[in-house]
């Protein structure tokens, strides 16, 4: 059994930060792509951010040069930095993994998500 856990959301006024770290747990042999989603009321879930286990990156172009997504392999977590943050912004914010279990099969989790409010 895997489980995310993210944390760190919140009610920000725009151009503040905010910081969400995501921990990965469970019966997990590898971490591969570790991803940052969003999703806006009446809106579809989109990719924000990912970050691959050597550490290269991409990002939607709404956030690049804002939001910076880092990974420390060692405690299977995922962070994702947002700055200069704007109520475009406001979602809740999901990770996602894609990961060798101990089994040895391939697996994508999500977590629960975690609430970002930016009030103008």
């Known amino acids: 059994q895997v489980q995310l856990v993210e944390s760190g959301g919140g009610l920000v006024q725009a151009g503040g930060s905010l910081r969400l770290s995501c921990v990965a747990s469970?019966?997990?042999?590898?971490?591969?792509?570790m991803n940052w989603y969003r999703q806006a009321p009446g809106k579809q879930r989109g990719l924000v951010a990912a970050i691959t286990s050597g550490g290269s990156t991409n990002y939607a172009d709404s956030v690049k040069g804002r939001f910076t997504i880092s990974r420390d392999n060692a405690k299977n977590t995922v962070y994702l930095q947002m700055n200069s943050l704007k109520p475009e912004d406001t979602a809740v914010y999901y990770c996602?993994?894609?990961?060798?279990?101990?089994?040895?099969?391939?697996?994508?989790?999500w977590g629960q998500g975690t609430q970002v409010t930016v009030s103008s």
């Open positions: 469970g019966s997990i042999l590898s971490i591969n792509r």
């Open positions: 996602n993994a894609d990961l060798y279990v101990n089994s040895g099969r391939r697996q994508n989790y």
